[in-house]
């Protein structure tokens, strides 16, 4: 296991000067790397686009947070193929597992998760394939299974420990997961992660920051409780970084709003940037279960002196 994380620039060098300079430039802009811009470097580094993906899983490792474990993890997704007069694969989003220290184990967040929580916030309405430097874990798997291209999305994993090798074995999510848990009742999931939700809930707050955590609620996916609720970060020079709560069949693969906003920020700050937050907002809908402990909790390891600012959806 490694004890120590890739640095940015060591992770960069892999790359020839000019995709360097763009991909600088592309990570400053939120991490994403767009379809035109992914389908001039594979044309120019004469790699498929598994290949590339792999090649880009060191500069997502680059932005691992693991006090604990140490153990960093890179994941790359691939959005859907473009429309339009796009060319190329699709978008490529980039993730990384994020740690808490002095909270609970359960309150991490996978490399995987944070990959399709980035590409889900961008937009993307499903996946065509993973890129990841590990197996999934069990709980990814099922996590991976929710979304909407569960039963297409490949699984793309480096062949070889020679770092120069962007050998891959790419194989479905059926092979990772073939007996994937499911609601006998099919009616109560309703579409899938990453379809575009609108719950249509309001808040009497005008503030910018509330009204953030509002889209991340209204546009979150809750089929099994209906507790939608979204998170709102505000960062250094007042940017606001949105999540929204994804929920899992399996009920504990399920990524909380903060864990959401957290993983949105971490890949749109330069990589291992002090995650600098000075105020917080969860909205969310008054059910059968709340996201406010669970938010305070890692509000507390994060940013201790930040209180949150708790409002109920109607
Ligand atoms: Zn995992």
């Known amino acids: 296991m490694a004890t120590k994380n890739i640095s940015l620039e060591s992770a960069l060098s892999g790359f020839p000067d000019a995709i360097q300079t763009e991909l600088r430039d592309a990570l400053l802009k939120g991490g994403v790397i767009p379809s035109e811009l992914a389908f001039s470097w594979i044309n120019k580094l004469n790699i498929d686009i598994g290949a590339l993906m792999i090649k880009l899983l060191p500069v997502a490792k680059a932005y691992a947070r693991a006090p604990i474990s140490k153990f960093y993890v890179g994941a790359v997704a691939l959005g859907m193929p473009p429309s339009g007069s796009i060319i190329g694969p699709g978008n490529l989003y980039l ?24 590409a889900l916030i961008q937009g993307e309405t499903g996946l ?39 050998s891959y074995t790419e194989k479905p999510l059926s092979y990772y997961l073939p007996d994937a848990f499911e609601f006998q009742n099919s009616d109560q999931k309703e579409k899938g992660l990453m379809e575009t939700e609108s719950h249509h809930l309001s808040i009497t707050s005008k503030e910018a920051l509330a009204q953030a955590a509002l889209s991340g609620a209204n546009a979150s996916y809750a089929p099994y409780t209906k507790d939608y609720c979204g998170v709102a970060l505000m960062g250094e020079n007042n940017q606001i970084y949105t999540g929204r709560y994804a929920e899992n069949v399996a009920y504990n693969p399920s990524m909380s709003p903060m864990e959401s906003a957290l993983a949105y920020m971490n890949m749109n700050l330069p990589a291992q940037a002090n995650l600098k937050i000075t105020a917080a907002s969860l909205v969310e809908v008054s059910n059968s279960i709340s996201q406010k402990d669970v938010t305070e909790a890692v509000l507390s390891s994060v940013a201790p002196s930040v209180n949150l600012d708790y409002i109920l959806a109607k």
Do not use: W
């Open 128 to 166: 065509q394939s993973l890129a990841i430097n590990a197996a999934p874990c069990g709980y990814c798997r099922q996590f991976l299974y929710e979304i909407t291209t569960a039963k297409t999305l490949n699984i793309l994993l480096k062949k070889d420990q020679d770092q120069e090798s962007c």
């Open 95 to 118: 993730g990384s597992n994020m740690e808490f220290p002095n909270e609970s184990l359960s309150l991490c967040v996978h490399g995987e998760q944070s990959a399709v929580n980035h």
